[in-house]
């Protein structure tokens, strides 16, 4: 009914795989291993996750066939100059979350959607806003949760969503890291 591609989601997150299924298309999952997430030092935070998305699209180009479109993706947390992506430990989740109570941050992210012909590129972002979080439930939510596999240390569909965010302009699932309202509007388009 979107599309008439074959639909390839080149992503190992569960909540991709989650939300794309939410729009009842049919999609494989195909991950290369060891892609590359870095970026050219000086890359505007608001551009870092399309630059990345396309990156991780472009490392496919030579295994994809006629008629298939594959979906890339890359969700960064920007707050005031800062770019939070993944944190390298727990330690570093709980300095991310700390930075980020009692204020408004940006998620971006950045979706290429490519077939063998054409290539689309575009961003979604979504302010978020803390309320003043504690030690205790930072720590809570860092020791019951999986923050190390989350932009921004915090997945706002979990207990820290739940108690911690007060106000939200945008996307809810582009928060989840994957903004699927755009993504059916773009691929009715393509």
Known sequence: MVTPY??????????????????????????????????????????????????????????MKPGELIITADTVVVLGREVLGKPSSLDDARRMLRSLSGCTHQVITGVCLMTTQKERRFSVTTDVTFKELTDEEINYYVDTYRPLDKAGAYGIQEWIGYVGVTGLVGSYFNVMGLPVQRIYNELKMF
């Open 6 to 63: 074959h639909i390839i989601l080149a992503s190992n997150s569960p909540r991709r795989r989650e939300l794309l299924s939410g729009l009842d298309l049919d999609y494989e999952v195909r991950v290369l291993p060891d892609i590359q997430e870095s970026y050219p030092s000086g890359l505007p935070a608001d551009e870092i996750p399309l630059y990345i998305a396309a990156e991780k699209a472009a490392a496919y180009r030579d295994t």
